[in-house]
T-cell receptor, first 112, second 115 residues
Framework: SQQGEEDPQALSIQEGENATMNCSYK?????LQWYRQNSGRGLVHLIL?????REKHSGRLRVTLDTSKKSSSLLITASRAADTASYFC????????????FGTGTSLTVIP | DTEVTQTPKHLVMGMTNKKSLKCEQH?????MYWYKQKAKKPPELMFV???????INESVPSRFSPECPNSSLLNLHLHALQPEDSALYLC??????????????FGDGTRLSIL
């Protein structure tokens, strides 16, 4: 399977704390994207990092990419209760255009 | 509100029924996708349409039949489904299918239950 692995599977933190989730993948990628999914809803795109980038920021989000280790991390700073959701990384393989392979996901709970 | 609209939101059907899921986007995107998502699992790609033509079929059983009548609409026709087909079916779109540095925009899905 080309599916990525995420850890932890579940994460529970207090509001105001930082949340870090990790994604590992298996093959060479063109880019890696992170998505959020609230319960019962579709996925929402958060951030895209290209294979030649090492770090990217968007608001309270910070994404890193280490292609030598085939891994990425998503950091959410100063978490809020509204950040409670499942977070998925999606890898876009170098040779397959826009086919997404989603990681197993991290379920984040932010306690007010 | 999402820019990709899926109907119906919920569908309950028997194994002998025929039904269709619908997806619509008006962002001018030329690539559209169907995903299947089981509870607490990631979405799994089923089909990709690029410029209204089927470009990828991820070995999906023939009881699922996609159709792209025009660049804004995507249907998924269902027939003789099995209980294990119960899942959330997500539609997504992106500007192009071949250009990979683009996000996908998802609808909120159709929750399908097979009795």
């Amino acid at each position: 399977s080309q599916q990525g692995e995420e850890d932890p599977q579940a994460l529970s933190i207090q509001e105001g704390e930082n949340a870090t989730m990790n994604c590992s993948y298996k093959t060479s990628i063109n880019n890696l994207q992170w998505y959020r999914q609230n319960s019962g809803r579709g996925l929402v795109h958060l951030i895209l990092i290209r294979s030649n980038e090492r770090e990217k920021h968007s608001g309270r989000l910070r994404v890193t990419l280490d292609t030598s280790k085939k891994s990425s991390s998503l950091l959410i700073t100063a978490s809020r209760a509204a950040d409670t959701a499942s977070y998925f990384c999606a890898t876009v393989l170098r040779l397959t255009g826009n086919q997404f392979y989603f990681g197993t996901g991290t379920s984040l709970t932010v306690i007010p | 509100d999402t820019e990709v609209t899926q109907t119906p939101k919920h569908l309950v059907m028997g194994m002998t029924n025929k039904k269709s899921l619908k997806c619509e986007q008006h962002m001018g995107h030329r690539a559209m996708y169907w995903y299947k998502q089981k509870a607490k699992k990631p979405p799994e790609l089923m089909f990709v349409y690029s410029y209204e033509k089927l470009s990828i079929n991820e070995s999906v059983p023939s009881r699922f039949s996609p159709e792209c009548p025009n660049s804004s609409l995507l249907n998924l026709h269902l027939h003789a489904l099995q209980p294990e087909d119960s899942a959330l079916y997500l539609c997504a779109s992106s500007q192009e299918a071949a250009a990979s540095n683009q996000p996908q925009h998802f609808g909120d899905g159709t929750r399908l239950s097979i009795l």
